[in-house]
Each structure stands twice: as C-alpha cells, then as structure tokens.
C-alpha cells in the first residue's frame, strides 16, 4: 500500500487542523493504520492508531481528548482531527500502515511495514 499524509499547516495555540491519508492498493480495511509524528529534535512518537474494526482506537496521553483518529474503508482514508492544538504539537506527522501487528506493538514504530511521507503542523503560540 502506499500512503499520502495531507492537511498540515500553520494554526494557532487552540486551534484546529485535519490530517487525511489517502491510500492506494488493495485490501486497506484489513490494515491497521496509525499516525506518528517527529517534533524538533525529537524522536519519532506514537500519536494514535485504529485497527480494521475501528473500535476503541489507542491514543497517546499527551493528545487524548483532543485529537480523534477514524477511518474510512470505501474511500481508503485515514484522518486525524486535531483539536486544541498546543505549541508542542508542533511536528511532521506521519501516517503509517500495517497489516500484521498484533495490539502490543500498535505504539511501536518498528512494526509499521507501509509509511506516508509526512506533513508539518506549526502551532505558534
């Protein structure tokens, strides 16, 4: 599968912004997807992931509440509503793809096969 990461911008402390990633290729209900993201001089972080059932999708705890991952299998795209966005939320985020991870490794960079190419996000503040 490939993947295509859009929707980031520059926006404001408490503002809003919507990530989509397109993809392309067969079988997509049958993956798990998730979306990380690499601030400045950071390592790479697990910000949520939704697997083929879209139930009870995992989050990172430094955006639960505020950002929403969802899913849609006719159009192959995966979003990422981000609400209340704060200054270190500022980052390249990245969609990613899987389609045999098991649940313990869903926060796990390493066990995502397929990768987006990134999109920015500035929240000044």
């Known amino acids: 599968v490939q993947l295509q990461a859009s929707g980031g911008g520059l926006v404001q402390t408490g503002g809003s912004l919507s990530l989509s990633c397109a993809a392309s290729g067969s079988a997509f209900s049958s993956y798990t997807l998730a979306w990380f993201r690499q601030g400045p001089g950071k390592e790479r972080e697990f910000v949520a992931a939704?697997?083929?059932?879209?139930?009870?999708?995992p989050y990172a705890d430094s955006v639960k509440g505020r950002f929403t991952i969802s899913r849609d299998n006719a159009k192959n795209t995966v979003t990422l509503q981000m609400n209340s966005l704060k200054p270190e939320d500022t980052a390249v985020y990245y969609c990613?793809?899987?389609?045999?991870?098991?649940?313990?490794?869903?926060?796990?960079?390493?066990?995502?096969?397929?990768w987006g190419q990134g999109t920015q996000v500035t929240v000044s503040s």
């Open positions: 990613a793809a899987s389609r045999t991870i098991i649940s313990s490794s869903l926060y796990d960079s390493q066990y995502y096969a397929y």
């Open positions: 939704i697997r083929r059932g879209g139930v009870r999708p």
